[in-house]
């Protein structure tokens, strides 16, 4: 089969990453007889110094004509002090709205052989952890009304929250779904002893979950006591589902039990196969051009890629167990090197490691 990539590679440690993501592919293209085809765009602060705009029309265009989207990382020091609508920031909000992906997976679970990099006690994750974080990314208040206005103590800043209930399921029924591949057990997260959106939030998961999935398990937990559990007992957690905000900050907490946030993939979905396809992490800039980024969480987004998009199970696996080998033979990143006293391997050397294994 053929298959169009549209490549984001934005900005700082983006291109490199992405780089080492290609030639995994294209590796596995040649080994499994597919033939990917790439074509990149410009996105981010990249976008902004050639086009002024973080998010050009060609870039949406292509992405829409794309199978499939594979993005680095965007933003970056140079471009900070724009105003709020012209940051490169923004282009990620834009293209997962223009894309109508409405749902974002983040895996989070411990690596047997990274349980040392875990920040936690060894007796709190013995029995390690396997989180798969659904995150609504297209509504909430990342998207909400906001400005600024004259209030009772002059100028005032605000944003504004907003679910309707068509959101709240969809991405209900996509943790729910999830739930039934995995333990059967979702976690809904929200913040229903003040927000009223959570408390639509909260009734609406549980009619979706007793009318259409009676047999997954599904609990509640506000979000300031999921914040403390997931350090305290992360083993509870099977799928989780909450907010776009919730979502993105409990995700950078639950990539940090893992050893490390340069290890976690993820995929932003729709309801079509197309999906986009980037690392959690943000785009290093104090790192980047030195070849010392880890490219794990971009070459596994990858492999997600193949598996959600593409429905190529075995070779999304490959890549996932030359990783797994390729932590289990002791290789390490700079990130994940910690005080083990071995030499942390480059960007092209790691991409080299793991085609090696594919
Ligand atoms: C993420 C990032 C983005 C988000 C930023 C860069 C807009 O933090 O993907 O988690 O908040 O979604
Ligand atoms: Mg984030």
Redesign the pocket.
Known sequence: MEYNIALLRGDGIGPEIVDSAVEVLEVIGEKYGHKFNFTPYLIGGAAIDETGEPLPKETVEGCLNSDSVLLGAV?GPKWDTLPGDKRP?KA??GIRSALGLFTNLRPAKLYPALSGDCPLRPDIVKNGFDIMIVRELTGGI?FGDRGYREGKYGQEAYDTECYSRMEIERIARVAFETARKRNGNVISIDKANVLETSRLWRKTVHEIGESDYPDVKCQDMLVDNAAMQLVKNPAQFDVVVTSNMFG?IL?DEASQITGSIGMLPSASLNESTRGMYEP?H?SAPDIAGQNIANPIATILSAAMMLRYSFSLAEEANAIENAVDSFLNDGLRTADIVGDSGKTPLGTTEVTAEIIKRL
């Open positions: 933003g920031e990620l909000l990342y993105d995700s959690i943000g």
